[in-house]
């Protein structure tokens, strides 16, 4: 018999009992008229121990829910009264009708116990994972100083021993110095990252929103960097000319951080290559397909826009899907340093209110495109 046939041929009564949740046909003042074989089930009740009582002798404040869950049209998560009442933890999802036409009230309800357990479940274990990672990142910020101190203090007895203040040094001497003060270099600066990293996962940091003149700013970065670049031999151009607004009402300390952040990626993967950093402000088309809002109305001269080039630095398409995910395992090794920048950069620039992109592709490079409001 096809299935359809086969409820045809049952009567009414017989489908209202076939359905897989409680359904309760309740009067307007919620008196219990009549109940499905489902109902039955989950009270572990007969039909004469239900009708004729109210919906409120069953479930919780059953009459102000249902009321609430009828006149707005949504479902409720409500708490079943139980005939045994050691049996409380059992709980309901409800949706209910009103016909007006019979005044009668359709109520269904399914029983959700199993899920609101596990949620239980998830939320004490989400509560404890939350709790060891605070409890990792407060004992390794305050362990950061003393391992920073012990890196530097590696890295400049070696340059020392290198600059010759313990006498001349033999070719092997020099070639395992110079390794040793690389390598120091590296890992202080990939875990002064990783605990800056920790410091806003945290959230112990609090910004300092203040004005300051953001062309000056960048002035003073590019001083301090450019010899770096001329010493590496790497072509570094920076362009801030379209950019007519200087006040910037942001925390200085963390523009100036975000900014040397990105000069540092430059310099450390950048191999005779090319870097390129330019400033201004976003076209309304780009702030419009991003989604920005600034005072419900776009003015592009209330964001500046970030594009920071490198063409030495290439990600495949699956670092480019995690990218900012400093935790994820991927199959091509790169310094935690880096991955630990980016999302520094990520939380910096969305904490501002800000939005950062990356854009990477063979005999391309890398762009990282950002945008931040001036205040």
């Not at 008229?33 to 239900?50: C, G, K, P, S």
Request: glycine fraction near 4%; aromatic fraction near 12%; charged fraction near 30%.
């Amino acid at each position: 018999m096809k299935i359809l046939e086969y409820f045809k041929s049952q009567k009414e009564e017989n489908h209202f009992n076939l359905l897989p949740d409680g359904i309760f046909t309740l009067e307007q003042d919620g008196k219990i008229v009549d109940v499905n074989n489902r109902v039955l089930e989950m009270y572990e009740m007969n039909r004469f121990e239900i009708l004729g009582r109210y919906f409120s002798d069953f479930v919780e404040n059953g009459t102000s829910i249902l009321n609430k869950v009828v006149q707005d049209k949504t479902s409720a998560s409500v708490r079943a009264i139980m005939k045994d009442e050691e049996i409380r933890n059992v709980f309901f999802e409800i949706t209910a009708t009103r016909n007006l036409e019979n005044s009668r009230v359709y109520v269904v309800a399914r029983n959700i116990t199993r899920k609101q357990a596990e949620q239980k479940t998830i939320n004490e274990r989400y509560a404890l994972a939350q709790k060891i990672v605070d409890e990792k990142n407060d004992f390794l910020l305050e362990s950061s100083g003393s391992i920073l101190s012990s890196l530097v203090s590696i890295s400049g007895f070696s340059r020392a021993l290198l600059d010759g203040i313990g006498g001349a040094l033999s070719e092997k001497q020099t070639k395992y110095l110079n390794i040793i003060n690389s390598n120091s270099k590296d890992l202080s600066y990939d875990l002064e990252k990783l605990f800056a990293l920790f410091r806003l996962e945290s959230k112990r940091v609090e910004y300092n929103n203040k004005g300051f003149d953001l062309i000056s700013l960048i002035k003073s970065i590019d001083r301090v960097y450019r010899k770096d670049f001329q010493d590496k031999k790497v072509i570094f151009s920076l362009d801030y000319s379209s950019l007519s607004e200087r006040d910037c009402f942001l925390d200085g300390e963390v523009i100036e951080y975000i900014l040397r952040c990105v000069m540092d990626i430059f310099l450390r993967f950048s191999n005779l290559g090319k870097c390129s950093l330019n400033i201004g402000h976003p076209p309304v088309d780009f702030l419009k397909q991003k989604d920005f809002l600034a005072n419900d109305s776009l003015d592009s001269t209330k964001y500046v826009l970030f594009e920071a080039k490198i063409t030495d630095l290439v990600f495949s398409q699956e670092e480019l899907d995690n990218i900012f995910d400093s935790y994820y395992k991927s199959a091509t090794k790169r310094p935690i340093g880096l991955k630990a920048t980016l999302n520094l950069l990520k939380l910096y620039i969305t904490d501002f209110r800000g939005d950062i992109w990356v854009y990477s592709k063979q005999n391309f490079g890398t762009m990282f495109t950002f945008v931040l409001p001036l205040k």
